[in-house]
């Protein structure tokens, strides 16, 4: 095992399959950055997402996904330029894998890639125990969905956040209240009929628990390009909260904290969990122009 990554996985503390398979996405995950911050790519964009809260910010979930916005509109915009440089980063260092853009079958905002991974092969590379090995699927594939919002929403900030490993660099990232505005606009105006994102509303505990405000003119913007506010509508603090009320009246927490558990290594925080206590989230939530 190359001593970076030996160095990396130390941070967790794996037992289970689950530990270390979310470990090595992790990984995966933070070495695809380096590759993108080799190759130039932030100058450009900014990471956002939950990833980019977890990375970055230390959110005590795990993610699957990389999110990116560029910092302003390019239609022209492809991730095929930088996905070399991921390749070759996760390669340096021992990894198996494959990164390839996906093709769109008709034209959107969203330029998307997959980095794929056999995750036995690669979990072999980071040494972990046979015990644990045996117990896992041998044609298993760990896909990690890199996206980029080639025409993103105005009013946001962004700021420099350093990693340390595997080597020390920088990347770009939305600042944390348009982190939380891009959070807010996906538990009230995405729509995934009755799968329940238990991830969004475990952020949402994250972000207030942290006294983080939502980036409120982010949000309006991204409400009026999705449809959910008219063009010359101004989005003010309480009519979000109102917002938010009826969204919560129509959850059921009991399959939302399903969705969310394999990503904790501590699940207790979800006996909490109800429509009262969202309520009470609610309340404590504050926002900044």
Known sequence: MNDAVGIMLERYNCRSINDYEN?????????????????????????????????????????????????????????????????????????????????????????????????????????????????????????????????????????????????????????LPHLFAGKMHAILCRSWGDRVKGRDWYDLVWYAGKNIPVGLKHLESRMKQTGHLEANELLTGKMMKQKLMEKIGGINFNNAGKDVLNFLKDPSSLELWSEEFFRVICKKIKTVQ
């Open 23 to 175: 470990a090595l996405k992790e990984i995966i995950q933070e070495i695809a950055l380096l590759g993108l911050w080799r190759s130039k790519f932030f100058e450009k964009a900014a990471f956002y997402g939950g990833s980019a809260l977890r990375i970055l910010y230390g959110l005590d979930r795990f993610s699957e996904d990389l999110d990116f916005s560029l910092l302003k509109k390019d239609e022209n915009f492809s991730l095929a330029g930088y996905l070399g440089a991921v390749e070759n980063e996760l390669k340096s260092l021992g990894f198996f894998v494959a990164v390839k853009e996906k093709k769109k079958k008709f034209k959107t905002n969203i330029d998307s890639a997959f980095i794929k991974a056999g995750t036995l092969k690669n979990m072999i590379i980071v040494d972990i125990p046979g015990s644990v090995r045996k117990k896992m699927p041998s044609g298993k594939i760990m896909k990690i969905k890199l996206e980029v919002d080639t025409n993103p929403p105005g009013n946001f900030n962004t700021k420099a956040v350093y990693l340390f490993q595997p080597v020390s660099f920088s990347v770009n990232t939305y600042s």
